[in-house]
């Protein structure tokens, strides 16, 4: 009895054991190491055994449907298609370090993918059109000897991570038709040619670098959420031009109101800022503002002897010429208007080998034939086609109202893109009022019209200007080539 006893217990053992092991350990065999990992993976990605591997000789693997080997190892492994279903395993794949190139794609894989950083030459990885799930495989970011990859047509979610610039090699990158959201990547491999990122959640600008230029609106659309110069749509504004450039304390409050918008967007308040004095104040702010002044009086120093030697050449350049006794017709007195108007200052052309001298026409500006303003805009009279072409074309109301696009901060204030209602674009640099305060408004309106009746050719010219209760803008042409540190530094 007790025998029998014994017996069953051994079969329910063995029957258990069967039971609780559903996944083959080929690790501890004989095989070769790529046969294994062929293996492993096969039993858990190919549940309904569409692959008939068998391993009736040593290297009868590198026969197997999809393999290729080059000295007896696997090198290429591709099963695009063929019907697998199941989860990729870790620790399978993975361990063919010899692989090149690894295509799943087109078949019903789903889960995580697993650790591939052990791939550390693979050159091409498809994994498009199946049903994995989770993050960005951050393994990925580490092969860095990988070309092309594709994750498109799967359940991806989270960020694209920044640090997938450090594949420098990539040609081709397809992840179109997954749920990641974020902004988008800097991008910047020069040898980039293929790009689809199109039926995501991505929001955000999009970063205007040389390798993003050469695609169009087609690699990201169906984004609701993302905009900028490349997709040709404009980003959403909240009238930055007169807001607070920083950061400012509970303390800080605004001043009044001097323009409203219309068309239902409410009430758009030019409030500059003035803070409180504190009892104490923190060096690090001393110290700027210490440094900040210095500039600001170096600045108007130089701008003096520039203005003295401006005039000094003038006067130099004028020549006396007796009047006729003839009465001049209308057409010479408005030539010889004109030419009052308008002087010229010799500058060397620092591009020419030699003592060659360019000349800049400035245009003499006087208060009584100021340009009337616009809306409290006064517009110059600076460049071709400049104040008398740009009189009424657009008021501060129509500027708060634009479309603002944040291009960089600078020493003295903050540069945006304008876009108005009509297309119309314009560069708007809004001054620091508190670099600027030791600037009085007459002083700034006099340096206003002699900048602005500046013209030539390696000059972008001011349009417009604006200021008050400390507020200042400054209107340009806006210049679609970016800006001189991208060019310089290849951004």
């Not at 758009?268 to 800022?273: A, E, K, Q």
Request: one cysteine or more; hydrophobic letters at 35%.
């Amino acid at each position: 009895m007790s025998l029998k006893l014994f017996l069953c217990f051994l079969l329910l053992l063995h029957v258990s054991a069967g039971f609780s092991s559903s996944e083959p350990n080929y690790f501890n065999s004989l095989l070769p190491s790529d046969a294994v990992a062929l293996l492993s993976f096969k039993s858990t990605a190919d549940l309904d055994n569409k692959l008939l591997y068998s391993l009736t000789e040593r290297y009868d693997y590198c026969q197997w449907r999809g393999v290729k080997c080059a000295q007896g190892r696997v090198v290429r492994l591709v099963l695009s298609g063929v019907g697998l279903r199941g989860y990729f395993s870790s620790a399978t794949l993975s361990r063919l370090d010899q692989l090149r190139v690894l295509s799943l794609e087109n078949n019903s894989l789903f889960g995580p993918i697993p650790d591939l950083s052990a791939l550390v030459n693979l050159k091409s990885l498809f994994l498009s059109r199946n049903e994995f799930t989770g993050a960005f495989p951050p393994s990925i970011l580490s092969l860095h000897r990988l070309m092309i990859l594709s994750l498109s047509y799967n359940n991806f979610t989270g960020q694209i991570p920044s640090e997938i610039t450090a594949l420098d090699r990539l040609t081709s990158l397809n992840l179109e038709s997954n749920r990641f959201n974020g902004t988008f990547p800097s991008l910047n491999q020069s040898f980039l040619m293929s790009l689809n990122v199109s039926v995501n959640n991505l929001t955000g600008v999009i970063p205007v670098t040389p390798t993003l230029s050469r695609f169009d609106a087609a690699s990201f659309k169906s984004n609701p959420g993302l905009c900028g110069e490349i997709i040709n749509r404009a980003c959403p504004s909240r009238s930055p031009f007169f807001g607070s450039s920083n950061k400012t304390s509970s303390s800080e409050a605004p001043l009044g109101e001097s323009a409203q918008a219309q068309n239902g967007g409410g009430a758009v308040v030019i409030s500059p800022v003035v803070s409180k004095k504190k009892g104490k104040e923190n060096n690090g702010l001393v110290l700027g503002f210490t440094v900040g002044l210095a500039s600001l009086i170096v600045l108007g120093l130089c701008l003096v002897v520039f203005s003295l030697a401006i005039k000094k050449r003038n006067d130099d350049d004028e020549i006396y010429e007796p009047s006729q006794k003839e009465e001049p017709s209308s057409s010479s007195q408005q030539q010889q208007q004109q030419s009052q108007s308008l002087r010229t200052v010799p500058v060397l052309n620092p591009n020419s080998n030699s003592s060659s001298v360019e000349k800049i026409q400035l245009r003499a500006t006087e208060p009584q034939s100021r340009v009337p303003n616009s809306g409290n805009l006064i517009f110059c009279g600076g460049g071709e086609g400049g104040g008398e072409s740009s009189q009424g074309m657009y008021t501060l109301e129509q500027l708060m109202r634009a479309s603002a696009e944040l291009l960089g901060r600078g020493s003295v204030g903050i540069t945006y893109k304008a876009v108005f209602d009509n297309q119309l674009i314009v560069t708007v640099k809004r001054l620091d009022a508190a670099k600027t305060a030791v600037t009085s408004e007459e002083a700034f309106e006099n340096h206003m019209e002699i900048v602005g009746g500046l013209s030539h050719q390696n000059l972008v010219p001011i349009r417009a200007y604006f200021q008050s209760n400390g507020e200042r803008l400054i209107i340009f042409d806006y210049q679609p080539n970016g800006s001189l540190f991208n060019l310089i530094h290849g951004m």
